[in-house]
């Protein structure tokens, strides 16, 4: 994370590519992702499309789906009203 006194001291700190490194504990692919992210040089930073699919990103979209499923048929089985049967946008990417 980014830290700084004021806004100006965050924007140095962010042009200069200044950040501690992510921590082990996470998934080298989300740390490779992120490290591509906040890359200085544009040519490397992946675009919105590029991010959204990467392995990375993917599995974890499929997961949220899952989820979903699994709460709409939770909700079905108990009885749940058609309204909410229907707001329940399943795998849309606005409600991902």
């Known amino acids: 994370a980014f830290a700084a006194d004021n806004l100006l001291g965050l924007v140095y700190q962010i042009v200069q590519g200044n950040f501690p490194p992510i921590p082990k504990h996470y998934d080298y692919a989300l740390t490779e992702l992120i490290n591509s992210m906040l ?13 959204l699919q990467t392995p990375w990103i993917q599995k974890h979209m499929e997961l949220v789906r899952a989820d979903k499923l699994t709460n709409l048929r939770t909700r079905l089985r108990k009885g749940g009203s058609d309204a909410s049967v229907r707001s329940s946008r399943l795998g849309t990417p606005s409600t991902i």
């Open 39 to 51: 890359s200085r040089d544009t040519a490397m930073r992946p675009t919105v499309h590029g991010v």
